[in-house]
DNA sequence: TCCTGATCTCAACGTCTGTTGAATCCGAGT
DNA sequence: ACTCGGATTCAACAGACGTTGAGATCAGGA
């Protein structure tokens, strides 16, 4: 009831707005729960509570309003060393006690489970998501170890991490979801650290 | 040349017509490799050379046609014991070449991927997807080990599987893809191996 | 031979989509 | 005080979508 003016208005409104930010959470929040092909526009800017043509205007595309709220919150080149520095003992531990720790903290926004849901079917989520799993983090991993065939190790450990999260966040089986973390993390770091450290010939 | 009167003609065409199994053929073609939402009724019923209208006469819903489509080209009650039967020994291995070799022999059309493809922001999808992997494959899989929390240990399968599906054929990871198929039956056979016997507490 | 019912196409509907253009409003710099 | 330009909304477009109803055509049984 702060407004004095009847419903809605045109023009600038008081104050900072904060407008575009609020329309980057919409995003990502639409983007990860329901992928590109599914949220809309109208819907995003509904949510934050803003005409459509103002996302157009701020962000001229649906698939430019795609990579800005994909973008990932917080830089691999930061927290990678802190996870490989301790050395090969624990690295896949760690790493998966690193991801699961951020799934849980990003909640419903998780420009993660956002890339895969739109992966799936859209050649250019799927190779964001390549390129981030890729050269953002495994290949610092893989560089990290020492190693024959350091990106098949790589993309192994990738199948791992997106099958947990495609496991867990997206077709929520039951006893996966419901797992306490430490019981996960010693079972998919002992995953991941043969798939870093183990041979790979047949047999 | 054949068709002798001009071109596209109304009523029933002559012959057998077999046009319900074209679209379904188009239907597991489309969805495999674009999912629920994406793909469209317009473009299966393109591809089975066929009206619109003609898919909703046999299928009456988008939703049916998609039920009807994803059904799976073979029965799990058939092909589990044949993997399960020759003991515990391997077990891990011939889960993995069996998956290996059939996502190789069906290809494009594959129930598998379209089921991932759409239980992505499509909840129904992801039940149906859930419920063949769990009752269809791995309980039977968890009922035949003997080991505590079987259906824990079918859920960390399910993410490998999952996990291998997406990184194979959706995300293409080059590396992966590539891969000899031996090596992958090897390493992710062991992985699944261990997810059917280890201890799964922590420490 | 005629009738019935399944197969098939055409045209259209209502809705939702991303996107556009113009019009308004207002904060900030001069 | 006065402009300028960014923020914001409204109304509309053109295309695609799933779905519908009516009609045409033909195979097979009576």
Sequence with gaps: MTDTRGSARRGRRPGDSGTREA???AARGRFSSEGFRSATVRAIAGDAGVDPSLVMHFFGTKQALFVAAMEFPINPADVVPHIVG?????????????????VDELGEANPMLGLVRSAVGHPDAARMMREFLGEAILDRVAAAIEADRPRLRADLCASQIVGILMARQILALPELAAADRETLVGVYGRTIQRYLTEPLDPR
């Design 86 to 102: 301790p050395g090969i003992d624990g690295l896949g531990e760690r790493l998966v006690r690193f991801l699961l720790g951020l």
């Design 23 to 25: 329309i980057l959470d």
